[in-house]
């Protein structure tokens, strides 16, 4: 077999030049002639310029009965504030994949958040040689996924606050008559959402007239407790300003100030909603019964209550089709959704991951990263996401760096911005050793789901053969199928053949079926023991408002549902400065909230922030546009 | 000659269908076959799905020796709550022109801001069967224009509280040494967007240590006045609970706790600066100077100053290609950019314009609507676009409905969302008559800048032959060029016919050269006089905050830049219930404020809301998405 012929070879230099040159530095192929390797024909996709498309959702419905490909998910050990190559693995791993291996393959990424972009922390599309290009569309409005998100979370807010307000000054049957306003014939009728809330009262009647007075009161009134609303509004910009505000203080909105805030947008449940559907009829049931908050009586109130569910819907109709990018050894990307990966699942979409596994077919390659450490990531990744998705992997690569084992055996702090400890430059196989706990617990956790385990050493200039020796064997003893080191970063795909033939080999020796941690169908303190046991803890402490909640969920019928951890990634334990592989603590739950639409309940361990700051000299004072060629520089 | 290969024949249906049913009952075309009838090839455009592209500006270098076809610009007579059918009427003529009269024709419209769609106004693609399609991806998403915009805008703001909150913490050296950090090798120094603030305070040093300690806290500490921040946040959403707020009530931003407001996205300078703007560069530079406000010392601080004008122009550079879309009748628009129409311009692009001129070429036409009524969209069509862009336009259409007319005779009030009074709906002369005075006036006025003044009477089936005549006598008393009967949202391009017929001719004889109503070079109340004379108005009166503001515009050097008036649609004057064409009344100017970035001042005649909210039963309950087809529902 000759390789696909959109693989591109890299001219690599030494010492790696800057992300953006590199990226910059190579001519995208338009993106028809990568769909085109696919087997995707114009029909199945929209350009969005020429290197980008979205793959349309409706490609699944073509593809239904063939075979899938090998499910690769890529996770980390617990890393440091520096980050440990996640998704730079990840591509270049389908770098080698596709472009030295022949293997079909598919990279899915997450899209990034703009906030961090223009923050502290730089663009997400890999690093050195394993990048998405182009990178500053990647990085960017991509195609307007984010965007639509923030639109839909907004326009539901602004639908809560004016129902508020406009039950508050008109009587039921006034609140009934605009509702259901009479037509020039004078007949009033309901519509299509109306039935979905009169089905939900258990109101069986289908004409306004017919309503008794009791009837018009509990249709018409939802009676929003503004205590309880847990919707807040986002914006795709590290505002922290936001994060606490008050609203409705101008005249005309009669003094009905409330404290609410923004988060970022990815932190929105629509994201997480996009990540986890599998259908557009999916969707729209999902976004409708997203829940904002309760009614006075303590009853849940959905955005199909509000009225609002269709046009969420219609927001999002783009927005539910991946977007086709490249690597820069030209091997096909999609890049889908981006839930927060603490209050959310952090695990890009499932749509994207479907598509993908039926265009690689049997003996291709789907490699998808999950967010954070594994403990969160692919926790999530297996328990909400495969378990929605009934998707099932053969391999979790785990990516570790010298730098963070070295930090969990004892190392001193590493802090982001501040220059590196020369404990984490120069040799200390002590340090290495004593701090491969964290990941032979990360293997441990992850083979117990019934699939091989890969460990990817990332390889930094200055980590040298003992210690990447004493990875390996570590890694080994602690049962993963095998441990090998990568230059990716450095060479591209070249830099990971070695794990490309070792994803390939665990890939097709799988011997254990899919196992979940836990059941969905077990209280939801049961599931939550069973993920914190999973961390080392020797048992969890609700806090009193956790236990009302739990208390008030339970009530509310949504106890079946998933558990999605908000907790640190520093640690596997609540306390981010508990390195290693700590265990034999209690796990605290400060609070529990649910994202009804997107299918799971969230236990907050600690205080998450969900929207981030900008520092006093954030990325944006270096990125400028040259007007003459229209190329972004100073991009990272 | 043929009529291009386009065009498409359009089955007529009476009583006119719902416009979402009309739109969707035809298959647009390929946007790829409508970009070949405009000479453009692929490299010109980038597509985004099937129906809209945007055509790149450089496509401006490539035809810029080549002639430009006719301008001609639409505005209204004052209209009532219900609209009058401008952007109809612009559609209409364009499907006249294209499809009928056999003229190469492009439509220039404004992108409609979600907020409206979605509340009480519903969509802007016209209407009945003069319309651009697909109706759902105008309204909606579009190409991600506006949400560009959102993103830069509120990036600013994020930028502008980040800054005072970092500056009340630290050292003028601790301040500097973060914003000019030292590398690996220790050595500091400045970017290019440090550069532009060092020029501004005319420091001529190129390295930071050779700043003395009173130059490193000129550079580094902008000290904004937060009482004098004039920079909101947006967002695209009709949320009325935004318009007053509190932010910063978070714990962790110290107390810093302030009043500011959010405004529909539409209403961002940055709108205006891509409505105005002719180039990257020119873009650049006009975002890099917009004003958030003032530092203590009553010196402008702008986005450069922040160090975002870069990050900003990024975010907007495929914001500023025009949109490429069809109307019903396979004639070519081009969508772009929709500032309001009072605290802005209320224009759409300079670019879009100037592009669509070069593609018809002379004998073609370019037509393009202007908000409001002629009094403000006419009026800042031709003293703010046209000065800036140095297009001349050869013919303005005045929109008039007998309805509009018989309002301003004296009928009783139009209420949006009430019945129409009979007076409106029976043939009553004399008030259509007596009504003229305000067509007369908008003719009178818009004729002064030298071009034909053609009256379109846009035509309801209840108008009689009688009422149509006076209007038409009147009109050509007044001084148009000609006054046509049109029926284009019955009849499509055919309806528009007589006035396309008219338009040409009007076109082909214009005698004048343009004359503006007022020279820049004179001070703010000089213009400002000069337009309300325009209205009517026998003087002026200025608050005590707005000639504070006159005098620390003049003072800071903007007094050349033109005026931007906010001033109601609903009239002449500034009392929206003064019908018809009143007179001798003083204008009063509450407050004013400056664009600089866009390049105008704004006077404010009366409160201006610039966050819309939503009504009882807003539009969204009507729309939902058809799971199966995909195809968007309910959208009016």
């Known amino acids: 077999m000759s390789l696909s012929k959109t693989v591109r070879k890299l001219q690599v230099e ?105 923050g502290i922390k730089g663009g997400a599309a890999g690093g050195g040689y394993s990048q998405v290009i182009p990178m500053d569309e990647f990085n960017l409005h991509l195609t307007g996924d984010i965007h639509a998100i923030t639109a839909a979370n907004n326009l539901l807010a602004a639908a809560i606050d004016t129902r508020i307000f406009h039950e508050a000054s008109q009587s039921d049957k006034a609140l009934f008559n605009r509702l259901c306003p009479a037509n020039k014939e004078g007949k009033r009728s309901f519509n299509d959402i109306m039935f979905r809330r009169l089905k939900k009262l258990g109101i069986a009647k289908t004409r306004p007239e017919d309503l008794t007075p009791e009837e018009v009161k509990k249709f018409a009134r939802l009676d929003i407790d503004p205590d309880s609303i847990t919707w807040r509004r986002v914006m795709d910009v590290n505002d922290r300003f936001l994060r606490k505000i008050s ?92 839930p927060f990966a603490n209050i959310a699942h952090g695990n890009s979409s499932i749509v994207a991951d479907k598509i993908a596994l039926k265009l690689v077919g049997p003996g291709g390659f789907v490699v998808t990263e999950a967010g954070f450490g594994a403990d969160i990531g692919v926790e999530k990744f297996m328990n909400i996401k495969c378990r929605y998705s009934g998707l099932t992997p053969q391999c979790a690569v785990i990516v570790a760096t ?146 009302k909640q739990i208390e008030m969920y339970s009530r509310q019928g949504f106890s079946n549902l998933a558990i999605c951890m908000a907790k640190t990634q520093y640690s596997f334990s609540h306390n981010a400065s508990e390195k290693g592989a700590p265990s034999g603590f209690k796990l605290p739950i400060r609070d529990v909230r649910a994202s009804i639409g997107a299918g799971f309940i969230y236990p907050l361990v600690g205080t998450m922030s969900t929207m981030p700051g900008l520092p006093t000299r954030p990325c944006f004072y270096d990125i400028d546009l040259d007007t003459t060629t229209g190329k972004v520089i100073g991009l990272s």
Chains 1, 2 share one sequence.
């Open 14 to 118: 030494s010492p790696v030049p800057a992300d953006i040159d590199i990226a910059n530095s190579v001519e995208p192929l338009h993106i028809a002639e990568i769909s085109k390797e696919l087997n995707l024909s114009p029909t199945h996709y929209d350009l969005y310029g020429k290197y980008k498309a979205k793959v349309l959702l409706s490609v699944l419905d073509e593809v239904k009965g063939s075979g899938d490909g090998y499910y690769v998910v890529v996770g980390g050990i617990t890393p440091t504030p520096l980050g440990e190559g996640k998704s730079t693995t990840t591509v270049g791993l389908c770098q080698a994949l596709g472009a030295f291996l022949d293997k079909k393959v598919v990279t899915c990424l997450r899209q990034p958040s703009q906030g961090p972009t223009f």
């Open 247 to 338: 609203i409705g203080q101008g005249p005309d909105e009669k003094g009905m100030v409330r404290e609410t805030g923004f988060d970022i947008s990815v932190a929105s449940e629509i994201m997480a909603v996009l990540a986890l559907t599998t259908s557009l009829a999916d969707m729209r049931e999902r976004l409708g019964k997203m829940v904002i908050g309760n009614s006075k009586a303590g009853d849940p109130i959905t955005a199909d209550d509000l009225g609002v569910g269709g046009t969420l819907t219609v927001l999002m109709k783009d927005a539910i089709n991946p977007t086709l990018m490249q690597t820069l050894e030209g091997t096909p990307v999609l890049v889908h959704a981006g």
């Open 402 to 547: 010298i730098r963070a084992l070295k930090m969990h055996g004892g190392g001193p702090e590493v802090v982001a911005g501040r220059p590196l400890d020369h404990a984490y430059l120069n040799e200390n196989v002590g340090l290495v050793e004593a701090g491969c706990v964290n990941l032979a617990r990360h293997i441990a956790n992850t083979k117990a789901y019934g699939v091989n385990v890969v460990v990817a050493v990332n390889k930094f200039s200055t980590d040298t053969e003992a210690e990447m020796n004493a990875v390996r064997k570590a890694a080994l003893a602690a049962g993963a199928y095998d441990a090998v080191i990568c230059t990716h970063h450095a060479h591209g795909g070249k830099g990971a053949v070695d794990l490309g033939i070792a994803v390939q080999k665990a890939c097709e020796n799988v011997t254990q079926p899919l196992k979940f941690l836990y059941p969905l169908d077990v209280s939801i303190k049961d599931k939550v023991e069973a993920i914190a046991k999973s961390y080392g803890a020797s048992g969890v402490e609700y806090s009193e408002q956790a236990e």
